[in-house]
């Protein structure tokens, strides 16, 4: 069973900096993409962004693109979100997820994605 851990969430300003790590649990890697999603209370969980498995290409949400990179490392099974220039709307739980990269479906679609962190909150205050 595939365990997905998160961490490196907390209070930061805006403007500023946070780096999120998600760590899998087993080999199989890179047999899956990695997406990141945060959820607001009352909302419904949103796509930050995703990786495929080859680690070369990350794709991001409008909303974050150009302040939000996805990386990913095969040979430590982590893949990492950073954040830069923080806006108080980034505030959420963040969650990493895990999709095989046989399964159908847009990589933004929740749908798609088989495990799920347990998600680390991000303030950002202004």
């Known amino acids: 069973q595939v365990q997905l851990v998160e961490s490196g969430g907390g209070l930061v300003q805006a403007g500023g900096s946070l780096r999120l790590s998600c760590a899998f649990s087993e080999r199989t890697f890179v047999l899956y993409h990695m997406g990141w999603f945060r959820q607001t209370p009352g909302q419904g969980r949103e796509f930050v962004g995703a990786i495929g498995w080859r680690e070369s290409r990350f794709y991001t949400a409008d909303s974050v693109n150009g302040r939000f990179t996805i990386s990913r490392d095969n040979a430590k099974n982590t893949v990492n979100l950073q954040m830069n220039s923080l806006k108080p709307e980034d505030t959420a739980v963040y969650y990493c997820?895990?999709?095989?990269?046989?399964?159908?479906?847009?990589?933004?679609?929740?749908?798609?994605?088989?495990?799920w962190g347990q998600g680390t909150q991000v303030t950002v205050s202004s």
């Open positions: 997820a895990a999709r095989r990269i046989s399964a159908n479906g847009a990589l933004s679609s929740g749908l798609g994605y088989e495990y």
